[in-house]
């Protein structure tokens, strides 16, 4: 959508909601990659970070700059 939206030159925003255990899969990281590549400034990601994953206690837990270090990786 954001994609798309830049491309037709709309002023459209994307907002996305992320859990941190979401934040373990890798295509959540490929969508980074790839908005960083395409310079999808109209792309906003919200990180809700509970700290629970479905077997229990995520890998950052409540570290949140360990967030803001891989997704700042990517420009």
Do not use: P
């Given at each position: 959508?954001?994609?798309?939206?830049?491309?037709?030159?709309?002023?459209?925003?994307?907002y996305v909601l992320l859990?941190?255990?979401?934040?373990?899969?890798?295509?959540?990281?490929?969508?980074?990659?790839?908005?960083?590549?395409?310079k999808l400034n109209n792309?906003?990601?919200?990180?809700?970070?509970?700290?629970?994953?479905?077997?229990?206690?995520?890998m950052y837990g409540h570290?949140?700059?360990?967030?803001?270090?891989?997704?700042?990786?990517?420009?």
């Amino acid at each position: 959508m954001a994609l798309y939206a830049k491309s037709q030159k709309l002023s459209h925003k994307t907002y996305v909601l992320l859990g941190d255990s979401e934040m373990a899969e890798g295509q959540v990281w490929e969508a980074m990659q790839l908005a960083a590549h395409y310079k999808l400034n109209n792309l906003v990601a919200i990180l809700y970070v509970n700290r629970l994953g479905q077997r229990g206690e995520t890998m950052y837990g409540h570290d949140v700059r360990s967030y803001q270090k891989k997704a700042s990786a990517f420009g």
